[in-house]
């Protein structure tokens, strides 16, 4: 008989492979844990050719095993039947998140957004003129970015105030 065709025992307490396998694959269901829905909404997104397009905006939380995201979804209806997101950013990876400032759409009417660059691109995102919401997804994101939460009840700030 040769060396490959040997089958080793183990001891009885170490118990069988088929057990360990199992108790290897619990262990890896646990660790890997759902991330947690911090905010949605349904956004405007403005697209290459300055027109807004509504998308189901979803912010995740951090957890030990992924990093905080924003996931945009075409509808609501794709994110609750779990369909593929159509883009998914990670916060930390983010340039700079900030508010834009002194924006109109083509009709000239006010547009209260928010700003996220990262590397390859820029996203702009629209509020309407719902501007406490617009804060509160910029605090809430500008937390998850900097991996910290506020020291001493300060707001946390951008990186960078204007970008041109």
Same mark, same amino acid.
């Given at each position: 008989?040769?060396?490959?065709?040997?089958?080793?025992?183990? =001891?009885?307490? &170490?118990? !069988? *492979?088929?057990?360990?396998?199992?108790?290897?694959?619990?262990?890896?269901a646990k660790a890997k844990e759902e =991330?947690?829905? &911090?905010k !949605? *909404?349904?956004l405007k997104k403005m697209k290459k050719?300055?027109?807004?397009?509504?998308?189901?905006?979803?912010?995740?939380?951090?957890t030990a095993d992924a990093p905080a995201k924003l996931v945009y979804?075409?509808?609501?209806k794709k994110h609750l039947q779990?369909?593929?997101?159509?883009?998914e950013i990670v916060l930390e990876?983010?340039?700079?998140?900030?508010?834009?400032q002194d924006s109109q759409d083509k009709g000239g009417k006010k547009v209260v957004a928010l700003m996220r660059y990262t590397l390859d691109?820029?996203?702009?995102?629209?509020f309407d003129e719902r501007e406490e919401e617009l804060n509160e997804w910029l605090e809430t994101m500008l937390v998850l970015q900097h991996g910290k939460t506020t020291v001493y009840g300060r707001k946390p700030k951008p990186n960078f105030d204007i970008i041109w």
């Open positions: 008989m040769s060396w490959p065709e040997k089958k080793l025992s183990f =001891p009885s307490f &170490l118990g !069988s *492979a088929d057990k360990q396998a199992k108790h290897q694959d619990e262990l890896g =991330p947690r829905l &911090l !949605s *909404a349904l050719n300055h027109q807004y397009s509504k998308k189901f905006f979803v912010l995740y939380d951090r979804y075409e509808s609501e779990k369909l593929p997101q159509k883009r990876k983010c340039f700079n998140i900030n508010r834009k691109n820029c996203v702009q995102i629209s």
